[in-house]
Every structure is written in C-alpha cells, then in structure tokens.
Nanobody, 126 residues
C-alpha cells in the first residue's frame, strides 16, 4: 500500500511559478515510477509529467515541456513538480500517482497507475 499526499497548489497569476509536492508513505515509493496528471473541469484527466523508477529519466506532455520539471528526493520520499511560466490553461486539479509495475519507461496512461493522491488545485488567472 502507498499513500500519497499532494500539496503546493494555489491561486497564481499567469507567468508565476508553483512547486507541487507529492509526499509518500508506505511501500518502497522511491522504487516506483511516479506521474503527475491533471484534470480541468469538464475535461478528462491528462498526463503532465513522469519520472522513471530509477529517477534517471523524465517525461513531459508537449503542453508543459520546457515549463514544468519533475524531480525526486529519495531522502524525503517526495516527488516534486516545478511549474514555471504558468498559463490560464494550466488551471486544473493536479494528482500524483504511482506505477508499481516494473515498467522502465513510465506510462502516460492513467490506467497504468495503481495509487493516487487526493489532488491539489492549481488556478492560474490571466
């Protein structure tokens, strides 16, 4: 069992930055690929970023590439999503999730992830 708790969301203006945190407890969190997904009102949940099991590889949706950065701090059992140059279209609830499979390349599909946090809201005003 893995418990995930997201934090760091808030209301910001376009161009601002936020850092989301995903703190984990339970099974060997640092051994699993971790992803960030987001869901805007009335839209399906979509992939934003992921970090591999080893932490050596990161992956991004085209919509956030160059602006968002995912990282892992094993000592704190936490994965971060640094979001820069935020746009109003980044407004969504952001969720972190863990894939406990042995997949080396993280999936971009939400159904591949086994554990989810409760989400944190990010609102970007224009």
């Amino acid at each position: 069992q893995v418990q995930l708790v997201e934090s760091g969301g808030g209301l910001v203006q376009a161009g601002d930055s936020l850092r989301l945190s995903c703190a984990a407890s339970g099974r060997a969190f640092s051994n699993y690929a971790t992803g960030w997904f987001r869901q805007a009102p009335g839209k399906e949940r979509e992939f934003a970023a992921a970090i591999s099991r080893t932490g050596g590889n990161t992956y991004y949706a085209d919509s956030v590439k160059g602006r968002f950065s995912i990282s892992r701090d094993r000592s704190k059992n936490t994965v971060y999503l640094q979001m820069n140059s935020l746009k109003p279209e980044d407004t969504a609830a952001y969720y972190c999730a863990v894939d406990t499979s042995t997949r080396l390349i993280p999936s971009r599909l939400s159904r591949s992830y086994d554990y989810w946090g409760q989400g944190t809201q990010v609102t970007v005003s224009s």
